[in-house]
């Protein structure tokens, strides 16, 4: 079996990657980071701030993030949790007006594969 090899530790601002949540535990590798691969065909690279708002978007895009799924160890998103969501999903809620807010320390650079710095810095948080 392949071992899956993990991108370089860089944020959109070109510094090291910081952790996105450790609670709930977010990221493809589910190490808090929002750490990328080439397997990591979602690309959950985008760490955001969850609002109830985009959870029911999600939800009606067929992305239920707000259940509980204990058998996978997901405890369901609520507002106000951190998590690493697909760059592709974070750009089609733009397209739709209901795009969260993003930590830009936290978002990998291969965000930026898909998404505009410009729009992510649009849509930052900020964080002093």
Same mark, same amino acid.
């Given at each position: 079996?392949?071992?899956l090899v993990m991108n370089e530790e860089i944020n959109v601002l070109g510094?090291? +990657?910081?952790?996105?949540?450790q609670d709930p535990v977010t990221g493809f590798f589910r190490d808090g980071c929002c750490n990328t691969?080439?397997?990591d065909v979602g690309s959950h690279t985008v760490c955001i701030e969850v609002t109830e708002g985009f959870l029911q978007y999600s939800r009606f895009a067929g992305n239920d993030l707000s259940t509980p799924h204990p058998e996978l160890s997901f405890p369901g998103l609520q507002?106000?949790?951190r998590w690493c969501l697909c760059a592709s999903r974070w750009l089609e809620a733009h397209?739709?007006?209901m795009a969260p807010r993003v930590f830009l320390n936290n978002t990998h650079i291969k965000a930026l594969d898909i998404?505009? +710095?410009?729009l992510l810095t649009e849509f930052a948080v900020n964080v002093n």
């Amino acid at each position: 079996m392949n071992e899956l090899v993990m991108n370089e530790e860089i944020n959109v601002l070109g510094s090291k +990657l910081a952790p996105c949540s450790q609670d709930p535990v977010t990221g493809f590798f589910r190490d808090g980071c929002c750490n990328t691969c080439k397997e990591d065909v979602g690309s959950h690279t985008v760490c955001i701030e969850v609002t109830e708002g985009f959870l029911q978007y999600s939800r009606f895009a067929g992305n239920d993030l707000s259940t509980p799924h204990p058998e996978l160890s997901f405890p369901g998103l609520q507002e106000g949790d951190r998590w690493c969501l697909c760059a592709s999903r974070w750009l089609e809620a733009h397209k739709k007006g209901m795009a969260p807010r993003v930590f830009l320390n936290n978002t990998h650079i291969k965000a930026l594969d898909i998404i505009p +710095l410009d729009l992510l810095t649009e849509f930052a948080v900020n964080v002093n």
